[in-house]
């Protein structure tokens, strides 16, 4: 049974870091897609960060050289490290995998993505 469990969420100031974790349970990340979601009040879900099975990164342009994604398969988590944080990062953030054949394969919409974390709170106050 995959499981995915968000954890690292919190209140920052502007300008701060956080580093969220996603562990993994049920599968190995060299077979999926794992990537970061949020979703903040009155919008709708979108993508922050993913990595491939073949550990290819892809971010959102409004997170880029902010953001960095990475994972470690020994402790089958994936990362999501956030510099310079803006206020309008606030959000849920949620973790979403999906199984994939090819370690090139890449999902970039949310209905593509089988199994979902619980999310955490990022909350960044100016």
Not at 11 to 33: D, I, M, N, Q, Y
């Amino acid at each position: 049974q995959v499981q995915l469990v968000e954890s690292g969420g919190g209140l920052v100031r502007a300008g701060g870091s956080l580093r969220l974790s996603c562990a993994a349970s049920g599968l190995t990340l060299r077979k999926f897609v794992l990537t970061w979601f949020r979703q903040a009040p009155g919008n709708q879900r979108e993508l922050v960060a993913g990595i491939t099975g073949g550990a290819t990164t892809n971010y959102a342009d409004s997170v880029k050289g902010r953001f960095t994604i990475s994972r470690d398969n020994a402790k089958n988590t994936v990362y999501l490290q956030m510099n310079s944080l803006k206020p309008e990062d606030t959000a849920v953030y949620y973790c979403a995998g999906s199984p994939t054949t090819y370690g090139s394969t890449w999902y970039a919409h949310d209905y593509e993505y089988d199994y979902w974390g619980q999310g955490t709170q990022v909350t960044v106050s100016s």
